[in-house]
């Protein structure tokens, strides 16, 4: 039988009590692969839209009592950072692995990136319904886009990244933990692969590339 990518395991520890305990199984148990995925992807991207990628590992650095909840490896052009762009992140809670494109809050042109994206909805014409939307990238709630009500479900989230401070989007594929644990590694990068080749478009008009080079 074939091994999971993620199993169990990877997802369990986020149930591990106290920050320290959590960061020692998060370091030794999910960040290897992160950084495996990272380096993959990086190329990934780098090759698909012609900027130069780069991968950031969610270090957590600022906590100092409560254990994260969550962790990601981020991709953005950019080497300092990732949280002032648009992004694609690989990322796990206790409950589900995602695989998205994302602005949060601290991109300094959400509201650019939200008037060009619901001015070009039909750049989503080839998401379906196994994908879903957030508008908070802290919170593990996420809703699935329903064929019949996608354009009003995207415009409702958009007009708040617009119009709210604190407003985000992402669009991904949100497996359950159980879900992602069957995939072997062949499995979910096939799924990742599809899932950002599924993405690229989106990126694209937040990000404002009018010739991007497309994923082969």
Same mark, same amino acid.
Do not use: C
């Given at each position: 039988?074939?091994?999971?990518?993620?199993?169990?395991?990877?997802?369990?520890?986020?149930?591990? =009590?106290?920050?320290? =305990?959590?960061? =020692?199984?998060?370091? =030794? $148990?999910?960040?290897?692969?992160?950084?495996?995925?990272?380096?993959?992807? @990086?190329?990934?991207? %780098?090759?698909?839209?012609?900027?130069?990628?780069?991968?950031?590992?969610?270090?957590? @650095?600022?906590?100092?009592?409560?254990?994260?909840?969550?962790?990601?490896?981020?991709?953005?052009?950019?080497?300092?950072?990732?949280?002032?762009?648009?992004?694609?992140?690989?990322?796990?809670?206790?409950?589900?692995?995602?695989? @998205?494109?994302?602005?949060?809050?601290?991109?300094?042109?959400?509201?650019?990136?939200?008037?060009?994206?619901?001015?070009?909805?039909?750049?989503?014409?080839?998401?379906?319904?196994?994908? %879903?939307?957030?508008?908070?990238?802290?919170?593990?709630?996420?809703?699935?886009?329903?064929?019949?009500? &996608?354009?009003?479900?995207?415009?409702?989230?958009?007009?708040?990244?617009?119009?709210?401070?604190?407003?985000?989007?992402?669009?991904?594929?949100?497996?359950? @933990?159980?879900?992602?644990? &069957?995939?072997?590694?062949?499995?979910?990068?096939?799924?990742?692969?599809?899932?950002?080749?599924?993405?690229?478009? $989106?990126?694209?008009?937040?990000?404002?590339?009018?010739?991007?080079?497309?994923?082969?």
């Amino acid at each position: 039988m074939n091994q999971s990518y993620f199993s169990e395991k990877d997802f369990n520890v986020f149930k591990i =009590e106290g920050l320290d =305990e959590r960061m =020692e199984a998060l370091t =030794e $148990i999910v960040r290897p692969k992160f950084h495996e995925l990272g380096a993959q992807y @990086a190329s990934y991207f %780098s090759a698909a839209t012609g900027d130069e990628f780069y991968y950031h590992v969610a270090k957590h @650095a600022r906590r100092t009592v409560n254990p994260p909840k969550d962790s990601w490896v981020a991709f953005a052009p950019y080497k300092r950072g990732y949280k002032s762009l648009p992004h694609f992140q690989i990322g796990l809670w206790n409950s589900h692995l995602f695989i @998205a494109v994302a602005v949060i809050y601290e991109a300094p042109n959400k509201q650019e990136m939200a008037t060009r994206l619901l001015n070009s909805l039909d750049v989503f014409q080839n998401i379906d319904e196994t994908y %879903s939307i957030s508008g908070d990238h802290m919170s593990p709630v996420y809703e699935k886009l329903i064929s019949d009500r &996608k354009n009003e479900q995207l415009t409702a989230l958009l007009t708040r990244l617009h119009n709210v401070k604190k407003g985000e989007f992402l669009i991904g594929r949100f497996l359950t @933990a159980e879900e992602a644990s &069957k995939l072997t590694e062949q499995q979910f990068n096939e799924l990742a692969s599809e899932t950002f080749n599924a993405l690229l478009p $989106i990126y694209n008009v937040m990000a404002n590339k009018s010739h991007p080079v497309h994923a082969e």
